[in-house]
């Protein structure tokens, strides 16, 4: 087996927050991400789905070393990435690039198209035709090549987010961090970029990791799908997999809650209410993260923390009753 | 079939700008049904929330509003504030995107709550009303009511402060209540609580519910009907099954199309982007992006028409069937 593209261990990132009672200064420790392993193989799409605040945004940055992670190993093409020089970094930042979620902040207003997409290439001092790489990759990302011209205002946001495509593309990276990158768009523009993705990833044997919220994207778009709560990564396994057969009582309760876009099917199938929101990260459960919220907690999950392993689902699952998840719980996803 | 709640007669919204006139709603008609939910699907800039904002004489002075809405004999189009303070929140309520600009900072939730319950029950005490806000607070799923009614906004999450505008919107017994994008900010198991509460809502007081969303799977759950709005027209309009299964018009086609599918097959997005409407296309605004589009969709601006199971604004229904 070949190495793969991003190799993530035991990440943990912690930020630490102060705020004040009187004149008393307090520091609480923000628990964002906690003991995260995470592979992404060569070629593939790895999709990191959670609600706000479970640290999947977190994740995808420290994996780029754009936040420090507190501990833990990041590993890209066999490579630590953690604890390496700022220049040598720089170097290999060539590699591995991010698209963000939101097209009108990762833009510069003041500069135009072309520009900001010709900006990797100097701070690269990447050789050759700049205006000529810009061309290319404008059309390489279904836009044209007189856009470059172009400043941000006067596109529309699945154009923009288009340039955002391209401007990581500018360095010929191998791994691309997508954080949200659709998440801002109308759906019939949405697809559109998804196939782009798609499409790239083929043609220049791109590996992603494959941020979002949205669990219809995600199932689209990824071969692998790792669920994440409250800094944690509940289960991880095959797309299909995980959809069909999921282990963990999180993940059943996120599918039964995405809605479907069909009547028919939306109205027959059983429904997970969760109750209560998404703990607080600086104070997170003891045990399991998520007995707060869970249907069948039991005792044992208060005291001891379910490890992510292979539990008979073929894929890890961190829940101490994922073999009865299967048995107890309806599935959503069956339609 | 029951007297319309809330009756929409060709409305009409324009803005006036400085390059000149925007219309972002050109001719819209509903009826709404006491205890249905009325789904309004769109896209950013189709006019579907400029249309309901117009209603409640919540838009600026740039806002030219033309046409009629009606609830029950009282006319919205046109009235004075101090008429439209007396029908907001007694008879049409609206909740909003975002929670946490919608409720003030500086009062104690409760007291925001019972201030609505005053404004429209002048004979009511403000001991009754506090207790009344408790209650309201407790009907939307709001755990330990008492204590959280002396909390700040701040002190809310945001699932919980969106069931606390629903709380402030109901307070009156609205005959209508208008959801924009009620769900959108929320995350997933949140957004199903609240879609939960405004169901229990519906049913159990009777009150109308339009619900202004972009997410069709939030339709197909939550409508009874559904109209679909593309650059500030109604382009069709039916219940919410035939919507999905027995569509006759490219723009519905083409949303349902855009969604993600379970396999890794390739999605069919809709090429192109909305019009500018500052200056809108001649005939159907769809047809710049619409693979069906032929030279007479560049004459009259179609009216919906029954084709089939749904009342379709494509000049072409007829022929959609055989076209797919």
């Known amino acids: ?335 | 079939m029951t007297d319309a709640t809330l009756s929409i007669r060709d409305l009409r919204v324009t803005f006036k700008t400085l390059l000149g006139p925007v219309q972002a709603v050109r001719g819209v008609s509903l009826d709404v049904h006491p205890g249905e939910v009325l789904g309004v699907v769109g896209e950013s800039g189709s006019g579907k929330s400029v249309s309901f904002l117009s209603i409640m004489g919540l838009l600026g002075k740039n806002a030219v509003i033309e046409g009629s809405a009606k609830v029950g004999d009282v006319e919205l189009v046109g009235a004075n504030q101090k008429a439209m303070r007396r029908v907001r929140g007694s008879e049409v309520a609206m909740i909003f995107q975002d929670p946490l600009s919608a409720l003030n900072p500086v009062h104690r939730v409760g007291a925001q709550v019972a201030e609505m319950i005053l404004a429209h029950q002048r004979d009511m005490s403000k001991d009754a009303a506090a207790n009344r806000a408790v209650e309201l607070l407790d009907l939307v799923g709001i755990p330990q009511p008492e204590q959280r009614a002396r909390q700040y906004a701040h002190e809310f999450s945001g699932g919980m402060r969106q069931r606390v505008m629903i709380a402030m919107a109901i307070a009156n017994n609205p005959k209508v209540l208008i959801a924009d994008e009620p769900t959108t900010a929320l995350d997933v198991t949140v957004q199903a609580q609240i879609l939960e509460v405004i169901d229990r809502i519906r049913k159990e007081m009777g009150t109308a519910v339009v619900l202004i969303t972009h997410d069709l799977g939030v339709v197909a759950r939550m409508a009874d009907r559904v109209q679909v709005m593309y650059a500030g027209r109604v382009v069709e309009r039916s219940d919410v099954h035939n919507i999905f299964h027995e569509s006759r018009h490219p723009y519905t086609r083409g949303l349902l199309g855009s969604q993600p599918t379970l396999g890794r097959e390739r999605l069919t997005p809709i090429p192109g982007a909305p019009p500018n409407m500052l200056q809108p296309p001649s005939g159907c605004a769809f047809r710049a992006r619409c693979v069906h589009a032929a030279p007479q969709c560049a004459g009259d601006l179609p009216e919906l028409v029954q084709v089939g199971l749904t009342e379709s604004a494509c000049v072409r229904a007829n022929e959609l069937e055989a076209l797919v």
């Open chain 1, 1 to 335: 087996m070949s190495t793969p593209v991003v190799e993530v261990n035991n990440l943990t990132k912690e930020f630490v927050v102060k705020s004040t009672r009187g004149l008393r200064v307090i520091k609480r420790t923000v628990h964002a991400v906690s003991d995260v392993s995470l592979t992404i193989p060569e070629g593939k799409t790895v999709g990191l789905v959670g609600e706000s605040g479970s640290g999947k945004t977190t994740v995808g940055r420290c994996i780029l070393r754009l936040i420090e992670p507190t501990a833990g190993s990041v590993k890209f093409k066999g490579t630590e990435l953690l604890g390496m020089e700022q220049n040598d970094l720089r170097k290999l930042r060539r590699s591995m690039q991010i698209v963000f979620q939101d097209p009108y902040a990762s833009l510069d207003p003041k500069m135009t198209v072309g520009a900001s997409i010709a900006e990797p290439l100097e701070i690269q001092n990447v050789s050759g035709n700049h205006q000529d790489r810009v061309a290319e990759l404008l059309e390489l990302v279904g836009l044209a090549p007189d856009h470059a011209r172009r400043f941000p205002h006067e596109f529309s946001g699945g154009q923009r987010q288009r340039v955002g495509v391209a401007r990581a593309l500018a360095l010929n990276p191998s791994f691309i961090v997508l954080d949200e990158p659709v998440s801002a768009l109308d759906v019939s523009i949405q697809a559109g970029v998804v196939n782009l993705l798609q499409d790239l990833q083929e043609q220049l044997g791109l590996s992603y990791l494959f941020i979002a919220h949205d669990l219809s994207v995600v199932r689209h778009i990824s071969d692998t799908v790792a669920v994440m709560y409250l800094g944690k990564i509940v289960e991880v396994g095959p797309a299909e997999d995980l959809y069909l057969a999921s282990g963990h009582p999180y993940t059943k309760a996120l599918l039964s809650a995405v809605p479907q876009a069909d009547p028919v099917t939306e109205r027959g199938r059983p429904r997970i209410m969760l109750q209560g929101e998404v703990p607080s990260p600086i104070n997170p459960p003891s045990g399991c993260r998520f007995r707060t919220r869970c249907p069948i907690a039991k005792e044992i999950c208060a005291v001891e923390e379910p490890e992510l392993k292979e539990r008979g689902q073929g894929h890890p699952v961190a829940c101490h009753f994922a073999d009865t998840v299967a048995l107890e719980m309806p599935n959503p996803a069956a339609v």
